[in-house]
């Protein structure tokens, strides 16, 4: 009796009969072969062996998810369906081939299944030596040939999938061939020490308390002097050292920052560390002491013009924030209403370019108390940009997230909506240094049309959206339509 790899390897011989690679005519059945080769040096799992043997089948043949997870089981079918794109029939490839990316990438990320980055490593590596030898005879003149004629987006394309599957695969040798083919053609997109044999120290945070969460990760106590920000699944090695590279320029400007002495691995994810003594998140401090919020709230109002009293130049490399902001809404609203999304694009142009600071991601979770001063821990979101960038967040966290369901804000900060929503006055107050209700509804009004579009973003990045989540952005939309046809501009 044949094994499941057996079978695996029958079956697709037969349904890859006749086919051949793009490149020089090569019959398809080598690749998946190839593949599978790569994945036997990181495994012995037949599951995810037959998983590479079949990745193709769906894209490449009349076979389905259906035959295949009949003949060879969920999982096996669940491993190939991760690497399978959306067809998108009748329209061009060329046309598709970033949103069909971005979508599978999506899919990769959130996925649990070590053998799911093991096939995609496997893949991207059999297909990377492809380009690499390709690229070694005709240079430049490779790219014609594809669907995406622009190098610096298969760049972005292989970069991105080397980082995911970083922590989990970086000391395997197909992750290093990996990254020296990608050097290759883009040199220096990786450090080469990437190349060479790395350990991270290994941390665990159990049984430590945790101090705060975001929308990144979650932040702990590990003892009495260290804390650990543990990043979500979502985030790289590369993304963990931006904010730390983002967190010493910040410390450098003047921003009261805390700085991170070193990267390790918490199970599957990335944590930095931070030496900061006897010191808790103003969260923390305010779900104890929740009759001092407008303390609280002058504390985070005064870190805040800190942050936007400091002036940068072009030299410094900070982006500005008003690309995120559209970013937000050709990822987000764009998906459900084009004209409403133009409406917002010309409201946002109306933001005046600044030479000052934002934080990007401004809320309690993001600072520690240490000695009564304030530190902010999470600087990946710094940029340039209006002072309405980081008041828009607040009103997002304190307000905004609380209207379908208080429980959401309050798990998030660890206080109850109502003190969120205290603290989000006080704070505007002390900020403005006004107690004009016409002024606070002014810049209110204009806060809350940056937070609507940022949660209608948020909830586009999910693998699907559910009937809940499509009733949350059609209100959000409800109110977006009202507000960009009385706003004329977001300046205050």
């Known amino acids: 009796m044949m094994n499941l790899l057996e079978e695996s390897i029958v079956y697709a011989t037969v349904m890859y009969q006749g086919k051949v690679r793009k490149f020089k005519g090569v019959p398809f059945i080598l690749h998946p072969m190839e593949v599978a080769q790569i994945l036997a040096t990181m495994t012995d799992d037949q599951e995810v062996l037959a998983a590479g043997i079949l990745h193709d089948i769906l894209e490449e043949t009349s076979g389905t998810l259906q035959d295949i997870e009949k003949r060879f089981g969920k999982r096996v079918a669940m491993i190939v369906a991760s690497e399978s794109e959306n067809d998108y029939p009748g329209e061009d490839r060329c046309a598709t081939w970033k949103r069909r990316k ?10 649990n299944d070590i053998g799911v980055q093991m096939l995609w490593l496997a893949d991207k590596l059999a297909n990377m030596r492809s380009l690499a030898r390709i690229y070694s005879e005709q240079g430049e003149a490779l790219w014609k040939s594809l669907h995406q004629s622009d190098p610096e987006e298969h760049c972005w394309y292989y970069r991105t999938v080397a980082e995911i599957v970083e922590l989990q695969l970086n000391k395997t040798g197909a992750f290093k061939e990996l990254v020296k083919h990608i050097n290759f053609i883009w040199p220096g997109t990786f450090d080469s020490d990437k190349a060479r044999y790395k350990k991270y120290k290994e941390v665990s945070v159990d049984g430590c308390k945790m101090l705060g969460r975001g929308a990144k990760g979650e932040v702990y106590r590990f003892d009495d002097e260290l ?5 979500n699944q979502n985030n790289t090695y590369h993304d963990v050292e931006q904010e730390i590279a983002l967190s010493r320029k910040a410390f450098i400007l003047g921003i009261p920052t805390a700085i991170s002495f070193g990267i390790v ?16 998140t103003v969260s923390v401090c305010l779900s104890r002491n929740p009759g001092q919020v407008d303390f609280y709230a002058k504390m985070m109002a005064d870190l805040a013009r800190t942050i936007h009293n400091t ?13 995120r902001m559209t970013g937000y809404i050709k990822r987000g609203i764009a998906y459900e209403s084009e004209e409403l999304a133009e409406k917002c694009l010309r409201l946002v142009e109306t933001i005046p370019k600044m030479t000052t600071l934002v934080h990007g991601d401004f809320h309690t979770g993001n ?15 710094l940029s340039t940009g209006h002072p309405l960038v980081d008041i828009s967040g607040i009103y997002y966290f304190y307000v905004l997230l609380g209207e379908d369901d208080p429980s959401v804000v309050e798990d998030f900060m660890g206080f109850s909506y109502q003190t969120a929503t205290v603290f989000y006055d006080r704070f505007l107050k002390h900020y403005l240094n006004t107690e004009d209700e016409g002024k606070i509804k002014e810049v209110t009004e204009k806060a809350a049309l940056l937070g609507y579009i940022r949660l209608i973003h948020k909830i586009h990045k999910n693998p699907e959206i559910t009937e809940t989540d499509q009733r949350i952005i059609n209100r959000c939309l409800e109110k977006i339509t009202v507000m960009v046809d009385k706003l004329t501009s977001l300046n205050f």
């Open 102 to 111: 971005e979508e599978s990438l999506k899919v990769l990320k959130n996925s």
């Open 227 to 231: 804390i650990i920000k543990v990043y």
């Open 265 to 280: 691995s918490v199970g599957r994810q990335y944590g930095s560390m931070y030496e900061l003594v006897e010191s808790d």
């Open 311 to 323: 002036e940068v130049t072009d030299e410094d490399g900070f982006p500005d924030a008003v690309d």
């Open 367 to 381: 600072v520690f108390v240490q000695n009564g001063e304030p530190l902010l821990i999470d600087m990946d979101r």
